[in-house]
């Protein structure tokens, strides 16, 4: 690996070797005193605190079990609104991934003659850091450096980070691993109802009495969300919309295992059927719409015998399901990675926000256009992050909104860039071409979870200067770090999350940091120091002083959150979901909120008014032709290869999920292909014999899983094995620029083959 000058000539002065740099004292009293990692006093003689989970955006609220202050077991909390007592492994397995022997206990930086990470004080780590960053940007100026974020933080850290690199640092470049996530829900959300508004609350999925689940496996990647299914008393009609027989599949009252990326078409087809029986609600489209008239004259082209022949469905399916759904009282439509990772993603969201809006399943019981999140604080960073959208889901190219926020943050306006950033693809194809130099990675491991880890290695290892900021030494990602900086986890800290249904809940500090580990929260606090920009960020000295400033930031937007007054408040209230605007409550007092949001008031959905966020207040109907998917199979590469999430018990690139031993009981270690039973007889495929599975750019080895799960002519690999993106082919949406992960063309062979071919 390179190693940069500045790492020499550091090394080479005497301040390497101080242990007490000179702003030893100043740093303990900026990241919070001497008794840095210690739990709050004041929940040192509870017995229990409440925290919302740190996996999924489900959101569900674990019981800490606390001796001397120290978290000693986790429940799940009966109390709480969204998971009703429940939790699945991960949750409960929580806090096993704190304990791990790899966690990174100080700053390391990487000694360029043992090209070995060393440790260094947090005092000479943050002078490297700022050093090194002014240098890129005086050199190369300001969008030489960029910054790869999480939706896996607290909301005050992601607004934190979002302001201090844009507005503090300069920076101009910042994305993060919800482009790999969310950018396509956001994406469809705010082009057709003028704000990125998911408008769903989880008793819709006990009220419907029609659930589609289109490219969504929640028995695996959302299993309490399943469970809220199954409370459902109206002995609904459930239909999965996927290639794979999955475990919501089989629990399907019909599955319709439609060929890999022909989602659009079969949604065009349905929306033409809906028109062609009249099920659908023209007082609602009237009121409420806008582009019903183009849309119906567009779908004229979507008869059954074409969508039967784009999709692999039987023209039966296709009445039976547009029938279900044109009866349906209430029907819900829920969606997931198998729509946002697409080369079409955007306009197929679009397609089924399309189907809710013509059939008025919106803004009712048990209805909705209904993305899932996937991080636990997602929803937090589509909001807060100051990537994409500027604080509180505003517009970076809109002067009044820049100037609100200087205004709210008491920030020169100027500071505020006024284009937005490039995207995470469009940010490491600038790496590639030598345009940015520096890059700060926070919560996400890319070399892992990104397409084609071998190619992100090699830009990694060009970056003049790459600071990663983890829990773990280990991770794929933190192998290429010049500094790494020791990041606290879950349950080290406080702050808040936001689910799926847009709740907002607290977590709580129920574990002590190993070693030198920081909260994120207080590294940022730290840089903002360092940097010499903590003036800007006065305000900034705590979580809960930061949600005080994010309801500022929220006033009057479609998030406002004004009406909430604290932490405490929302643990009153077992989370509240926004909006909760100031107006709200202005004629109740404080316990009469409480009391209101623990009643009726509980289950709040968007839109029931039909009056959405566009500058008409109407909804659009946006549509586009389908096109073939990209990396299309051959006579070479014959095989669809598709990807998601394995089982419950692993997390991403498990770097947390891998330290529990009761959940690595429970997912098998080697990396595994789903295989046909068809395609394994005729390749002389044996159940759990190595295989490898060759794509255009690279050969991977995995042993077979025959099972009639995927379709003759698919594979799957679970996404938690480094060995999966290696395969992945690099597509990407054009509006939200979400990679399409879930389209390969591979081919698949014995090992034995290769023994005999050699
Ligand atoms: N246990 C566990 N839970 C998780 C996660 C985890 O890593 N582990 N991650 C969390 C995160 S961040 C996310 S985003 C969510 C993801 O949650 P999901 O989206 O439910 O999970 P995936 O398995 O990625 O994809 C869902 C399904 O899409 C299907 N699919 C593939 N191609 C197509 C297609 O063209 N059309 C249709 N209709 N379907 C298709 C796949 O076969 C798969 O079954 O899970 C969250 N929950
Ligand atoms: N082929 C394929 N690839 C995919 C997908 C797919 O379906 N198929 N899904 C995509 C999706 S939806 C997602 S969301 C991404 C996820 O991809 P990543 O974000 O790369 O996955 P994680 O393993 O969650 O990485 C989080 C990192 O943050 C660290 N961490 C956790 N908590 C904290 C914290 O509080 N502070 C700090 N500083 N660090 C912390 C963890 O140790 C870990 O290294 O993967 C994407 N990749
Ligand atoms: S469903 Fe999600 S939020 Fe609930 S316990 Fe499991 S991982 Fe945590
Ligand atoms: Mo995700």
Request: charged fraction near 20%.
């Given at each position: 690996?390179?190693t940069?000058e500045?790492?020499?000539?550091?090394?080479r002065?005497?301040?390497?070797?101080s242990?007490e740099?000179p702003?030893?004292?100043?740093?303990?009293?900026?990241s919070?005193g001497?008794?840095l990692?210690?739990?709050?006093?004041?929940l040192?003689?509870?017995?229990t605190t409440s925290?919302?989970?740190?996996?999924?955006?489900?959101g569900c609220a674990?019981?800490a079990?606390?001796q001397n202050?120290?978290?000693?077991?986790?429940?799940p909390?009966?109390g709480?609104?969204?998971?009703l007592?429940m939790?699945?492994?991960?949750?409960w397995?929580?806090l096993a991934p704190?304990?791990?022997?790899d966690?990174?206990t100080q700053?390391?930086?990487r000694?360029?003659?043992?090209?070995?990470?060393?440790?260094v004080?947090?005092d000479?780590a943050?002078?490297?850091f700022?050093?090194?960053?002014?240098e890129?940007m005086q050199?190369?100026?300001?969008?030489?450096v960029?910054?790869l974020s999480t939706?896996?933080?607290?909301?005050?850290?992601?607004a934190?980070l979002?302001a201090?690199?844009?507005?503090?640092?300069?920076?101009?470049h910042?994305d993060?691993?919800?482009?790999?996530c969310?950018?396509t829900?956001?994406?469809?959300?705010?082009?057709?109802?003028g704000f990125d508004?998911?408008?769903?609350?989880?008793?819709d999925?006990?009220e419907?009495?029609?659930?589609?689940?289109i490219?969504?496996?929640?028995?695996?990647?959302?299993?309490i969300?399943?469970?809220?299914?199954?409370?459902?008393?109206?002995?609904p009609k459930i239909l999965?919309?996927?290639?794979?027989?999955t475990?919501?599949?089989?629990?399907?009252?019909?599955h319709?295992a439609i060929r890999?990326?022909s989602?659009?078409?079969?949604?065009?087809g349905?929306a033409?059927?809906l028109?062609r029986?009249g099920?659908?609600?023209p007082?609602?489209?009237?009121?409420?719409t806008h582009?019903?008239?183009?849309?119906?004259e567009f779908?004229q082209?979507?008869?059954?015998?074409r969508?039967?022949r784009?999709t692999g469905l039987?023209?039966?399916?296709?009445?039976?399901f547009?029938?279900?759904i044109?009866?349906?009282r209430?029907v819900?439509?829920?969606?997931?990675?198998?729509?946002?990772?697409?080369h079409?993603?955007?306009?197929t969201a679009?397609a089924i926000i399309?189907?809710a809006?013509?059939?008025?399943n919106?803004g009712?019981?048990?209805?909705?256009?209904?993305?899932?999140?996937?991080?636990c604080n997602?929803?937090?960073s589509?909001l807060?992050a100051?990537?994409?959208s500027?604080?509180?889901g505003?517009?970076?190219?809109?002067?009044?909104?820049?100037a609100?926020?200087?205004n709210?943050?008491?920030?020169?306006?100027e500071?505020?860039p006024?284009?937005?950033?490039?995207?995470?693809?469009q940010?490491?194809?600038?790496i590639?071409a030598?345009m940015?130099k520096g890059?700060?990675?926070?919560?996400?491991?890319?070399?892992h979870?990104?397409i084609d880890?071998?190619r992100?290695a090699r830009?990694l290892s060009?970056?003049e200067?790459l600071?990663?900021?983890d829990?773990y030494?280990s991770t794929e990602?933190?192998q290429?770090?010049h500094l790494?900086?020791?990041?606290?986890?879950?349950?080290?800290?406080?702050?808040?999350?936001?689910?799926?249904e847009?709740?907002i809940?607290?977590?709580?500090?129920v574990?002590?940091?190993p070693?030198q580990?920081?909260?994120?929260?207080?590294?940022f606090r730290?840089?903002?120091?360092y940097?010499g920009?903590?003036?800007?960020?006065?305000?900034?000295a705590?979580?809960e002083?930061?949600?005080q400033?994010l309801?500022r930031?929220s006033a009057g937007?479609?998030?406002?959150?004004?009406?909430?007054?604290?932490y405490?408040?929302?643990e009153?209230?077992g989370?509240?979901q926004?909006p909760w605007?100031?107006s709200?409550t202005t004629?109740?007092?404080?316990?009469?909120?409480?009391?209101?949001l623990?009643?009726?008031?509980?289950?709040?959905?968007?839109?029931?008014?039909g009056?959405f966020?566009t500058?008409?207040g109407?909804?659009?109907f946006?549509?586009?032709?389908?096109?073939?998917?990209p990396?299309v199979p051959?006579s070479?590469f014959?095989?669809v290869?598709l990807?998601g999430?394995?089982?419950?018990?692993q997390?991403?690139?498990n770097?947390?999920?891998?330290k529990s031993?009761?959940l690595?009981?429970?997912?098998p270690?080697e990396?595994?292909?789903e295989v046909?039973?068809s395609?394994a007889g005729?390749l002389?495929?044996?159940?759990?014999?190595?295989?490898?599975i060759i794509?255009r750019?690279a050969?991977v080895?995995?042993?077979?899983?025959?099972t009639?799960?995927?379709q003759?002519?698919?594979?799957f690999m679970?996404?938690?094995y480094?060995?999966?993106?290696?395969?992945t082919h690099?597509?990407?949406?054009?509006?939200?620029r979400?990679?399409?992960?879930?389209h390969?063309a591979v081919r698949?062979?014995?090992m034995q083959?290769?023994?005999?071919?050699?």
């Open positions: 690996m390179k940069p500045f790492l020499s000539s550091w090394l002065s005497s301040r390497w070797r242990r740099g702003l030893t004292k100043e740093l303990a009293l900026v919070g001497p008794d990692g210690l739990i709050p006093a004041r040192a003689p509870q017995a925290l919302i989970c740190g996996f999924c955006s489900t674990l019981t079990h606390l202050g120290q978290a000693v077991n986790l429940t909390d009966p709480y609104p969204v998971n007592g939790a699945c492994p991960k949750g397995e929580a704190l304990r791990a022997p966690r990174a700053p390391l930086l000694n360029p003659r043992t090209h070995q990470l060393e440790p004080t947090w000479q943050l002078r490297i700022t050093q090194r960053f002014k890129l050199q190369y100026g300001p969008e030489s960029a910054c939706g896996q933080i607290c909301t005050e850290e992601m934190f979002g201090l690199f844009k507005f503090g640092m300069g920076g101009r910042a993060s691993n919800t482009r790999q969310m950018a829900s956001v994406t469809a959300y705010k082009q057709a109802f508004a998911p408008p769903y609350t989880y008793a999925l006990e419907s009495d029609v659930l589609v689940f490219g969504a496996n929640p028995c695996i990647a959302h299993p969300l399943w469970h809220r299914v199954l409370r459902n008393p109206h002995q999965v919309v996927d290639p794979r027989a475990e919501t599949a089989l629990c399907a009252t019909e319709l890999p990326k989602d659009l078409s079969l949604f065009y349905v033409h059927l028109i029986h099920w659908i609600r007082d609602f489209i009237q009121a409420h582009g019903f008239k183009a849309f119906a779908v082209a979507f008869p059954p015998e969508v039967a784009d039987s023209i039966s399916q296709l009445h039976r547009t029938h279900t044109g009866q349906g209430a819900s439509f829920w969606w997931t990675m198998g729509v946002n990772q697409g079409q993603a955007t306009r679009q399309n189907l809006l013509m059939t008025g919106i009712r019981a048990g209805t909705g256009p209904n993305s899932i999140t996937g991080q997602a929803m937090g589509r807060f100051n990537t994409t500027l604080l509180g505003r517009d970076f190219t809109n002067a009044s909104d820049r609100t926020v200087a709210i943050l008491g920030i020169p306006t500071r505020i006024a284009t937005p950033s490039l995207a995470y693809d940010i490491l194809d600038a590639d030598g940015i890059l700060w990675i926070i919560a996400t491991n890319p070399v979870s990104w880890p071998t992100m830009l060009k970056l200067f600071v990663v900021q829990m030494t990602t933190a290429w770090a790494l900086l020791p990041g606290a986890g879950w349950g080290e800290k406080e702050g808040t999350f936001i689910n799926s847009r709740r809940g607290v977590i709580r500090k574990a002590r940091a070693g580990a920081l909260s994120d929260f207080h590294i730290l840089v903002a120091h940097w920009c903590a003036d800007l960020f006065q305000q900034w705590s979580p002083a930061v949600f400033i309801k930031l937007q479609p998030c406002d959150i004004t009406g909430i007054k604290d405490n408040m929302l009153a209230c989370g509240i926004w605007p100031a709200e004629n109740l007092d404080e316990p009469s909120t409480i009391a209101a623990r009643g009726p008031l509980r289950e709040r959905r968007l839109f029931a008014d009056r966020h500058p008409d109407r909804a659009r946006l549509f586009e032709a389908p096109c073939c998917a990396d051959d070479d014959p095989f290869l990807t999430r394995g089982s419950a018990a997390w991403h690139t770097t947390r999920t891998a031993t009761v690595r009981q429970l997912y270690h990396p595994y292909v046909h039973p395609d005729r002389g495929l044996t159940p759990g014999m190595m295989v490898e794509s750019k050969t080895r995995a042993r077979c899983l025959v009639p799960a995927v003759p002519g698919h594979l679970p996404m938690h480094a060995e999966t993106n290696r395969l690099p597509a990407f949406d054009p509006y939200s979400q990679p399409a992960y879930k390969t698949i062979r014995a083959d290769l023994v005999d071919a050699t």
